[in-house]
C-alpha cells in the first residue's frame, strides 16, 4: 500500500464514522423530538402540542369541553362536570327563584299546556289562565315534536324584567290571543306541602334542600303548630338532597343542646363535627320520617340524626346510600365542577355511602335495579344488610353502615292494585292526560268548589271510571274487566288527585294521593298510638 493511501484511508474512515453519527441524529430527530416542558402538567403539555403541532386545525376550547367530562368521570360517580349553559338551570332547583313567567306547564299532543298559573306572577297579572296553550313564543310557531320541557324553559325563562310575547289558544276564544309577559321572580318552593292530616299530627313533604328549605319548613312547622298539631309527618321520600347547611338546621329543630347531627372529613377537608345548638322549638314533639330508595344525601343525613338520637322513628325503605359531599367550583367560563371534597358519617359514626368503583358509574347506576331484583322492595329479609359494619345509637339500638339508612319500620311496596291495564294506562300517560282533560271541558263548574272536600265528593259521583275507560279506549288501550277491577281504586284516586290538584292546587292534591298511600298510613298509627319515640331498652332498664 502506497505511503498516501495509508494516510488517506484513516481519515476517509474518520469522516465516515463523523458523517454516520450526524446523519443518525439528523434522522433521530424526525421520530424522536427532545423532551420540552409545555405547561404545569400532561394534559397542558397535550393540549399545547396539540393545538401548535397538530396536522389540522382544532378547536381546543370544544375538546377540552369534550375532555374534561371524560377525566371526571374517573373519579366516583357523584363528582361531575357543569356545562356554562347548563349551570344556572341546574342552580336554579336549589336557589330558591328564578326569572320567569309563572306558570305550571305540561305537554300534551306536541302542545304546551297551562296546567295552572301562580298567584301573583307575571302570567297572572298578564290574563293567562289555566287552559291557555301556548303555540307560539316571540312570533315563532312553537309547536310540534321536537317541543321538549328543557325547550320550554329555556325559551319561557330569561332576564328578570324582559318581555316575552306568547301567542295563545284559548278554549272560548275563536282567534288566537297574543299577550307580552314581563318576566320577574319565581320562587322555587321545595316544601311542597304542609297540612293537618289528623287532629294533632301533621304532615311535612319535602321535595329538596335548598337555600330557602329551612325557612320553608319553620313556616311550615308553625302554621300547623298553630293549628293544633304536635306530632309531625317529614316526607322525605323521592329527596334526592341539596345543601347539606339545611338539613343541618332542620334537624336542628328537635334535637336537644350538644348532640351531634353530622361530621364530615376527606383528604383535604380537615374533621368537622356539628353539634346541635338547643335553640330547636320542637324538642320534645314526635316525629317520624319517611323513606324510599329516592331519598339520598341531605335526606340521610336528616334520617340519620334523627335514628342515630334516638329522636324518631325511620319508616319505609332503604334509602339510596349517598354518603359523599360535593362542592360547586365555578370555572372563569362561567361553568362548575362539582366535586366530591369529603364523606359524612352520621352520628354513631356510619358512613352510608354504598359501594363503588372509581370511574365504574355504569354498575352504581344499576344498584337500584338490581335492588328491586333482589326482592328488596317487597321484603325486608331482602335487604342485604353488612354485619361487618353495625353501630349502636345512643341509647344502644344497632343500625348499619356501608348503604344507606336502614328503616326502623319497614313498609314493603303495595303491588295488591298492579294489573297490565294499570301499566298500559300509566306508561302511556292516560291518567294524567284524562285528568287535564275532563278539568279543561269542566272547568267552569269545578271552579265553583272551593275545598277538596266539596270537590271530591261531586267527581265521585260523576261516573269518572267508565269516561276514563272509554278515554282510553280511544288512544287504543282496550278494556279488560278484570284488570280494571284490581286497579279501579288505585285509577280513581289518581284521576281524583289530579283534577282536584289542577283547580285547587296541591294543598288538595296531596290528601287525596296519600288515602292510599301505606306508608303514611302506618306513620298515621304509629303517632295516634304514641310511638313516635323509639323504644329504649337501656333508659327502661334504668327506670325499673
Given amino acids: 500500500m502506497k505511503r498516501s493511501t495509508k494516510i488517506i484511508y484513516p481519515i476517509l474512515i474518520a469522516v465516515a464514522v463523523v458523517l454516520g453519527i450526524y446523519i443518525g441524529r439528523f434522522y433521530d430527530s424526525l421520530h424522536h423530538s427532545p423532551i420540552v416542558y409545555y405547561g404545569k402538567n ?20 370544544s375538546l377540552t369541553e369534550k375532555a374534561i367530562p371524560k377525566i371526571i368521570s374517573e373519579l366516583d360517580p357523584h363528582s361531575t362536570y357543569i356545562p356554562a349553559e347548563d349551570l344556572e338551570m341546574v342552580n336554579n332547583d336549589l336557589d330558591g327563584s328564578f326569572s320567569g313567567i309563572g ?11 297551562v296546567v295552572s298559573v301562580i298567584p301573583g306572577g307575571p302570567s297572572e297579572k298578564a290574563g293567562i289562565v289555566a287552559g291557555d296553550r301556548i303555540i307560539a313564543v316571540n312570533d315563532t310557531s312553537f309547536t310540534g315534536k321536537d317541543i321538549t320541557n328543557e325547550r320550554v324553559m329555556k325559551h319561557l325563562r330569561g332576564k328578570k324584567e324582559s318581555d316575552v310575547k306568547l301567542t295563545l289558544a284559548r278554549p272560548l276564544s275563536k282567534e288566537p290571543i ?3 309577559v314581563t318576566r320577574g321572580d319565581i320562587p322555587v318552593n321545595s316544601v311542597d306541602v304542609a297540612f293537618r292530616a289528623n287532629d294533632d299530627i301533621g304532615y311535612i313533604k319535602i321535595s329538596k334542600f335548598g337555600k330557602n328549605t329551612y325557612s320553608e319548613f319553620l313556616n311550615a312547622l308553625a302554621k300547623l303548630s298553630t293549628e293544633g298539631t304536635q306530632k309531625f309527618i317529614i316526607d322525605l321520600r323521592g329527596n334526592s338532597g341539596g345543601y347539606m347547611e339545611s338539613a343541618i338546621n332542620m334537624v336542628n329543630e ?9 361530621y364530615t372529613k376527606g383528604n383535604a377537608s380537615p374533621l368537622n363535627e356539628i353539634f346541635s345548638n338547643g335553640t330547636g322549638l320542637f324538642k320534645e314533639n314526635q316525629i317520624v320520617v319517611l323513606m324510599d330508595e329516592w331519598s339520598a344525601s ?59 368503583k372509581m370511574g365504574d358509574s355504569e354498575n352504581y347506576e344499576k344498584d337500584l335495579l338490581n335492588r328491586f331484583e333482589h326482592g328488596e322492595f317487597d321484603s325486608k329479609d331482602s335487604i342485604q344488610v353488612n354485619d361487618s359494619l353495625t353501630y349502636k345509637t345512643l341509647y344502644g339500638r344497632t343500625v348499619y353502615g356501608g348503604g344507606g339508612i336502614m328503616p326502623d319500620i319497614f313498609v314493603p311496596r303495595d303491588t295488591s292494585y298492579y294489573s297490565p291495564y294499570l ?28 275545598s277538596a272536600k266539596a ?10 271510571l267508565d269516561q276514563f275507560i272509554s278515554f282510553a279506549s280511544s288512544k287504543g288501550i282496550k278494556a279488560r274487566p278484570i284488570y280494571i277491577n284490581t286497579s279501579k281504586r288505585e285509577i280513581l284516586n289518581s284521576i281524583y288527585a289530579n283534577i282536584t290538584r289542577n ?42
Avoid at 402540542?49 to 396536522?55: D, G, R, S, W
Avoid at 301499566?423 to 271552579?447: H, W
Fill in 42 to 61: 400532561k394534559i397542558e403539555g397535550l393540549l399545547y402540542l396539540i393545538k401548535n403541532q397538530y396536522v389540522d386545525t382544532v378547536n381546543i376550547d
Fill in 103 to 113: 306558570i305550571q306547564f305540561s305537554i300534551l299532543n306536541d302542545t304546551i299546556m
Fill in 178 to 180: 297574543d299577550i307580552l
Fill in 254 to 262: 328537635f334535637l336537644p343542646a350538644g348532640y351531634m347531627i353530622v
Fill in 298 to 356: 341531605a335526606s340521610e343525613i336528616f334520617a340519620g340524626a334523627i335514628q342515630d338520637n334516638d329522636r324518631g322513628l325511620i319508616i319505609g325503605r332503604r334509602s339510596f346510600g349517598k354518603g359523599l359531599v360535593q362542592q360547586q367550583l365555578p370555572f372563569n367560563d362561567g361553568s362548575a365542577l362539582r366535586l366530591t371534597i369529603a364523606r359524612y358519617y352520621t352520628p354513631s359514626g356510619r358512613s352510608i355511602q354504598k359501594d363503588y
Fill in 423 to 450: 301499566t298500559q294506562v300509566v306508561n302511556n300517560g292516560l291518567i294524567y292526560q284524562f285528568a287535564f282533560k275532563y278539568t279543561d271541558n269542566n272547568r267552569e263548574k269545578l271552579s265553583k268548589f272551593a
Fill in 455 to 464: 270537590l271530591l265528593k261531586y267527581l265521585k259521583g260523576d261516573n269518572i
Fill in 503 to 544: 283547580m285547587l292546587g296541591d294543598e288538595a292534591f296531596y290528601p287525596i294521593v296519600l288515602m292510599n298511600d301505606e306508608t303514611f298510613l302506618k306513620a298515621i298509627e304509629i303517632l295516634k298510638e304514641d310511638k313516635g319515640f323509639p323504644i329504649i331498652e337501656n333508659e327502661r332498664e334504668t327506670e325499673n
